[in-house]
């Protein structure tokens, strides 16, 4: 019984550790957003490093969610999602850095093949048809590229 009792003190204090850790990793990425951020977005590539086809993951500290992105260029416009399948909550490149099908046309989720266009992250094809991707606000100024916060209810995009 006594040992029971140590090993569940134990296993609490374990779980507020890692409460603590995790809360103190998030205040930490959350000031490097701020330093890297200019307007409440942060820059996330310069526009000649980013060739047509080409994807950068990121992060945003956005309310108090830390939202994992990624961002393309596709045909030479850039847009910016949420890395997250809408099928389920998955990211879309299961394997590191493969967002775009072979021909690069479409987006497409690794873990169960549903299809994305790439412009306006609407899924045309898998068990997730018809619903899109979350968008995340895309501009470019002086040949960097900004992303920022999506407005509304984030509490969906919680990891």
Not at 91 to 112: A, K, N, S, W
Not at 123 to 142: A, E, I, T, W
Request: charged share 25%.
């Amino acid at each position: 019984m006594l040992l029971t009792i140590y090993l569940s003190l134990l296993f609490l204090a374990l779980y507020l550790l890692g409460l603590v850790v995790r809360r103190l990793v998030f205040l930490r990425d959350k000031r490097r957003v701020e330093r890297e951020s200019r307007s409440g977005e942060r820059v996330i590539a310069r526009v000649d490093e980013m060739r047509p086809g080409s994807v950068k993951k990121f992060w945003l500290i956005c309310q108090k969610y830390r939202i994992d992105g990624f961002l393309i260029n596709y045909q030479g416009d850039f847009h910016a999602y949420v890395n997250r399948c809408r099928h389920m909550t998955t990211p879309l490149d299961f394997v590191r850095y493969q967002f775009f099908t072979e021909d690069g046309q479409q987006l497409i989720c690794m873990t169960h093949g549903a299809l994305y266009d790439p412009r306006s992250g609407l899924c045309v094809d898998g068990p997730c048809k018809g619903l899109s991707l979350y968008q995340l606000p895309v501009h470019v100024d002086r040949g960097e590229v900004f992303v920022g916060c999506p407005s509304g209810e984030l509490s969906v995009l919680a990891d």
